[in-house]
């Protein structure tokens, strides 16, 4: 191989390394229509499951952090007409799904706040929340040790902190179904390939 060619291969290969780990390094659901929506349906489903045993009458400012399109906050403002909800995200084009659809739900705007952020700083002071709020948010962080802090940082005395992620634990079957268990074992391994902390739980000899 000549010189030139090996200099636009080695180009080449440096731009798909660059590119996947810029890929990486990205919200791995990304911001298309779709997924969007998706969120939307999801919690059609699962708020039932996300709220079990949760009652937010006394609560009157609630932060989402990672509000996404505002599923959850068109749920909680439909369910509560006293809360005042903070809606933070580190996506502008999911900020402005979310004012779009609250608009075209008829919420009135002084119900609610959104605001972008760099994902590391909550811009509000000390103790402002009654309560703080992540729904399948931790997930996609890094270093979710962050996010905690400040969530406790802006938590009033005495406020709580509701979290829901996914639990891949909680997919399991009894007794168990070869096949069930097959598709979770890949599955576990394909988040594993993509970076993801997973404990492997479903790879049992089938
Ligand atoms: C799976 S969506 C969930 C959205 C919403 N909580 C729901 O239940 O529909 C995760 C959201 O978290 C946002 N996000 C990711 N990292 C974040 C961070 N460090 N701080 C704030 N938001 C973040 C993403 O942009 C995305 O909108």
Redesign the pocket.
Known sequence: MDLQRTKVLLIAILYCILHWKQKMEH?L?G?EHDEQIR??R??AVLAPL?YRGINLLSTSNLL?????????ILHLLNEYPNIHITG????KE?LETCQEILCKNHISPKRYYLQW????HFPYPDQSFDVV?????L???KDPT??LQEAFRVLKPGGSLYI?EVYNDSFRCHPPEPDIMWFWTEMERFQSALGGKVTWAFNWPI
């Open positions: 919200y659901h911001y969120l939307h999801q919690n996300i989402e952090v990672g509000c996404g399109t505002g599923a959850q933070i995200d580190t996506s999911q952020v760099n994902g590391k709020l992540f729904v399948w948010v997930e996609h962080v962050i996010l829901t």
